[in-house]
């Protein structure tokens, strides 16, 4: 029987969330250059829901995905973030349910202003768990939808580390009294660049994994079902990110992907005739997994052969002092009517980003020294920078708002106003492509008063990638397959 028929109300967005999200998915949409949603059909819109998803950039995880699906979600935070009791008040108006890790002392922790106080001891880890559980059941029994993030902490590798029991017990619990009632997805957040601003992400919902299967042997012997339940949240993980098994793997993966990916883009784009956003940089990247995976089982010379030659072009270009990008630009060499018309956007828009850093450069500059200085991990930075920049954006906007307002008037400001976040957006991207430029122009200048080493690292690319090619066809082949 499922939630809705036992009696539980439609699963709404109260107006406090419905802000919140709307605040959010404002700034997600400033912060990066596309947040792709791929499946969000498969999150019922009503019922009870588990996401189980991975957890690669810590507080802004739960924005996007949050962001991604018109419900409420109702994420499960480390209690931590409990301690102070305004954010606790916060946390718990959003819905988020507070779990009690091992690592955790539970005596330090505030309890939530919603328990009661004064009326009984500290509770043990164990006990307010418990409290957890059966704050989630009945989240289900209301046909709500739970969020967890199964890893238990954010981390910067390539990979799902392995995951905690949490998510299956809480699925098997609430399974064991109401059969085929939850629906558990797995969730994949995958990150093109997880420090940059304007980068791109995608936030993949995964098909539902089943948990009455489980069931029988949930009641003969717990531990091994939970077991069991976890291994299938682990996969349907895994198969919505780019997955790497270890960490040399990932160096060599990622060495790959910023060589050898722009490559299979222009390629899908000239033969097949897609444009950028119908191409599937996520499948472009498990893609060069498999094939490494392929190789380092079947041919792990010709991968270490590959690795010596990506390290020893890296070398060459540190010595220069030059970039890929300008390398890759001199080979391609571009038409004559292309430079005629970045060269005519550059001047046209050097005025748009004269205005556009002239009144974004401390909001923009403040953030990034914040999260330098505050970020005690990778996987920290991002949000750090994120949450600096929610306050330093609107402060420093209203305040040159307000000076417009008493110099020009109201019209005037409220124009103003409104060019403060596109003019930022223009001229982050005109100084990523001046950075671009400078770099090109570093390269042209080592070709003319050092000729030889610009053709050492031109070859050493076309060879690279040359190496890269055939690998690509041998694998294909071997495979009877284009996953490319």
Known sequence: MSATLAGARRDTMDGFYRAVRAVGRFWLWFFFRSVDVRHPERVPADGPVLLCINHPNNFIDSLLVGGAIPRKVHYLATAA????????????????????????????????????????????TAERNAGTFEACFKAFAQGRL?????????????????IKTGAARLALGYEAERPGALRVIPVGLNFDARKSFRGRVLVSFGPAIPVTPYLDAYRRDPVKAVEALTDAIQWGIEAEVVHVERIDESRLVNAIQELYRDELVRELREQRGL?????????????????????????????????????????????????????RARLERRRPRQRIRRGWEAIAGFPFFLYG?????????????VARHMSRKETDYATWRFLTAMLALPLFWGLETWIVVRVAGPAVALVFALSLPISGVIAYRYWVGAGRLRSRLRFGALALT???????????????????????????????????
């Open 146 to 162: 739970v969020a967890i993030y199964p890893e238990g902490t954010t981390h910067a590798e390539a990979r799902v580390q392995r």
């Open 275 to 327: 444009a950028e956003r119908q191409i599937d940089l996520v499948r472009l990247s498990r893609a060069i997994v498999d094939s490494t995976n392929y190789f380092k089982q079947h041919d792990p010379e010709r991968v270490e052969r590959i690795w010596q030659s990506i390290q020893s072009y890296r070398a060459l270009l540190a010595e220069y002092r030059v970039k890929d990008e300008a390398v």
């Open 450 to 484: 050092r000729a030889h080493a610009a053709r050492r690292l031109t070859t050493e690319r076309q060879a690279l990638i040359a190496e890269l090619e055939r690998a690509k066809t041998d694998y294909l082949t071997a495979t009877k397959g284009s996953s490319f």
């Open 357 to 369: 850093a002239t009144v974004n450069f401390l909001p923009y500059w403040i953030p990034r020294r």
């Open 81 to 124: 973030l409990f301690k102070n009791r305004v954010g606790a008040r916060f946390l718990l108006a959003c819905g988020a349910i507070p779990v009690y890790r091992k690592q955790d002392d539970p005596s330090s922790l505030r309890r939530p202003p919603s328990a009661e106080a004064g009326l009984a001891p500290p509770a043990t």
